[in-house]
């Protein structure tokens, strides 16, 4: 019986059930003589049952559904459990399945089920909050009476809306008009877009990725190299001829409008079954809620922020994180707090578009299928996603509270890097007590095209002697040495090779 007690305790507090292995054992106890025969399993499932009987959120558990999607703490005692739900109650009216209340020790831990399609109901107030705000003013406004705000420790985390989708969009269109009316050989007759903005995930000034396609011609050769020279030659035309000229390489051009970058390629239609295959992938990401997009949004801009998007982490990869999470209209803040809580290891998941579902692959790396086409993406660094999770456990574990008294959203401290971590640390502003670069050259970049940053050659070519970290939110580039001794090594070679203005050293014990 006690191994039964045991496994049933540590089975409910996964859900956020806290029973004491007294309550657990007088309720088996009733059952012992019925479910004896039974292995261990079935005594838990029988257990659900007996509970699910008179209460929803066990029934949940039972289904294996999303047992909470909101949680705070009070960490005192002021008011009687019963009163306590009849006040949430009562401010939650018609919004919430339940309310699940345990008192632990000195303190409350309350549990709420959301009705998605209710909770984000308007309400009737003076005060201008946005809809995500409303679960942190309904809890505030019940118990206001016995609690001050900063009583409450709320556990998920309230998200800032953030659209860039409006800025880019005249900007694309500008573009797109701009090279259908440029005289080519052959005209450009359509594109189709792979990037954030197409997916409603845009989160900072990235690259958007675009395949041309021209009019028809028999005149394309067959040999891949000659075919190659082409398009080379058509990327050339498109390059002398644009006013928004900005980059051009064999196997694309790049044009820049109005601080914004767009990669453009062609392909011929027997070139196109990858990319069809990430079109499709793309229109998957585009068709979830809107809290998904927000979600991955806040999360890019989050890894942006502290040097692990792009340079290490794909838009892909983090949208098929988010597909892996994603709940049924899981409410946004519990939603960011279970991709801050993933280890961001996606080995051996291949996402099937056709099932729009996961399985398991043999393949070691994360795979996007679609019929017999797959495309291989590959795992990102190891330890620097180490260094990501304790970074994430630190955020999660400081219970920073991002709304306010006066229910605005404060999420500032999610987007600030803490630049003791490294050992130096490049940028393109002047900051207090950096130093001045001299001689330095103007670029529009730092190190190449936002998107090519993770194919860099020079952070390529470095990577035995460090670890690298880019935030285009702040235009840094933050440096962890393995051995303190190539610190002026490093130092300098980076110095060589970008147009970063200032900089600071912050182990300075090897730096000569």
């Known amino acids: 019986m006690n191994e039964h007690v045991e ?4 089975a409910l507090e996964m859900n956020g059930i806290f029973f004491s292995e ?41 289904n294996k559904k999303r047992v909470f999607d909101f949680s705070f703490q009070l960490k005192t005692i002021k008011c009687e459990k019963k009163n306590l739900k009849k006040m949430l109650k009562k401010s939650f009216k018609g919004r919430v399945e339940y309310i699940y209340i345990q008192k632990i020790e000195s303190k409350y831990l309350i ?7 209710r909770i984000y109901k308007p309400l009737k107030t003076n005060m201008d909050i946005s809809k995500h705000v409303i679960p942190y003013f309904l809890v505030e406004r019940a118990l206001s009476k016995s609690y001050n705000f900063n009583e409450i420790t709320f556990n998920e985390f309230c998200i800032e809306n953030f659209d860039m989708q409006t800025n880019e969009k005249q900007k694309i269109s500008e573009i797109i008009n701009h090279l259908r009316e440029l005289i080519l050989p052959l005209k450009v007759i359509d594109s189709y877009c792979f990037s954030s903005y ?44 644009s006013r928004y000229k900005h980059k051009i390489c064999p196997d694309y051009v790049i044009l820049k409008c109005k601080g914004s970058f767009f990669k453009f390629t062609i392909k011929l239609k027997d070139e196109m079954t990858i990319d069809i295959l990430l079109h499709k992938f793309a229109e998957i990401i585009k068709g979830k809620s809107k809290i998904f997009h927000e979600a991955v949004i806040f999360m890019k801009r989050y890894l942006g922020a502290h ?3 792009p340079l290490h982490l794909s838009d892909i990869y983090i949208e098929a994180i988010a597909l892996y999470l994603y709940d049924n209209e899981m409410p946004i803040g519990l939603f960011v707090r279970k991709f801050m809580e993933f280890d961001f290891n996606m080995k051996s998941k291949t996402f099937n578009i056709t099932l729009n579902q996961f399985h398991d692959n043999n393949y070691d790396k994360l795979c996007i299928k679609l019929d017999n086409c797959c495309e291989i993406i590959d795992n990102p660094n190891r330890d620097i996603m180490r260094r990501l999770c304790l970074l994430n456990k630190k955020v999660i574990n400081s219970n920073l509270q991002t709304i306010s008294s006066k229910f605005t959203i404060k999420n500032n401290m999610f987007f600030k890097p803490c630049l003791n971590d490294y ?42 002697f460090a670890y690298f970290f880019y935030s285009p939110t702040y235009e ?10 190539n610190l002026a090594l490093v130092t300098n070679l980076i110095l060589l090779q970008t147009s970063f203005k200032f900089l600071k050293v912050f182990n300075s014990k090897n730096f000569n």
Not at 24 to 41: G, R
Not at 45 to 53: M, Q
Not at 111 to 117: A, G, P
Not at 207 to 213: D, P, Y
């Open 7 to 10: 496994q049933i305790k540590c």
């Open 22 to 62: 007294r309550k657990i054992e007088k309720k088996l106890n009733n059952l012992h003589c019925q479910y004896q025969k039974y292995p261990l399993s079935q005594v838990y499932k029988n257990y659900l049952i007996n509970l699910a009987k008179k209460r929803l959120i066990f029934r949940n558990i039972l």
């Open 111 to 117: 549990y709420i089920k959301f009705i998605l399609n």
């Open 198 to 241: 197409y997916k409603k995930t845009l989160a900072c000034n990235e690259l958007h990725e675009f395949m041309l396609q021209l009019e028809t011609s028999k005149q394309w050769p067959n040999d891949a190299e000659a075919r190659k020279i082409a398009k080379t030659a058509f990327y050339c035309l498109i390059f002398k001829k």
């Open 307 to 309: 040097g692990y998007y």
């Open 423 to 464: 050992d130096l640390v490049f940028s393109m502003k002047a900051k207090f007590e950096y130093e001045s670069i001299i001689d330095r050259q103007i670029s529009d970049f730092p190190l190449g095209v936002p998107s090519t940053l993770s194919d860099n050659r020079l952070l390529r070519d470095l990577e035995e």
């Open 476 to 485: 840094i580039l933050m440096v962890k040495v393995f051995d303190y001794n």
